[in-house]
Every structure is written in C-alpha cells, then in structure tokens.
C-alpha cells in the first residue's frame, strides 16, 4: 500500500455555516472525524456491499459525507 501522505489532524474539508449569529463561517472538519463517522456507520447500523444508499441530502448539508462516501469505503 501507498505510504500514508496527511496526518489525522488534517483537514477533509471545510462546511460553511452560519451558525446562530447569522455570519457565515467556515469549520473545518479533520480527516480523523470524517474515518469515525464512516467506520461508526459502517459497523452499527451496518453496510455493505450489498446496501443500496439513496442520497437525500445536498451536499452542502454535512451528512452528504456519509451518503457519499461512506458507499465507497464498503465496496
């Protein structure tokens, strides 16, 4: 396998929201919480290669993340 070229602490991607004050701001989510969320799924509910996802969510909306990629994670 290729050797690892990023850190857990890293940036995935950053969402932008306005949170409660009305001002758009920019978070950044860390490649260490997108592998949780995606291994959390994967393992309880579960998926598999059999599973079907229909997308529902924009992708500007944060849970895009897990109905796009988490797909891809199981084969």
Same mark, same amino acid.
């Given at each position: 396998p290729p050797a690892p @070229? +990023?850190?857990?602490e890293d940036v995935a991607y950053v969402i932008y929201t306005s949170g409660s004050t009305g001002q758009p701001? +920019? @978070?950044?989510v860390p490649h260490r919480t997108v592998v949780n969320l995606l291994e959390s799924v994967r393992r309880e509910p579960g998926m598999n290669a059999r599973n079907v996802v229909l !997308? @529902?969510?924009?992708? !500007?909306f944060d849970i895009a993340v897990s109905e796009v990629v988490l797909p891809l994670t199981v084969g």
């Open positions: @070229v +990023g850190i857990a701001k +920019g @978070v950044r !997308s @529902v969510t924009t992708l !500007s």
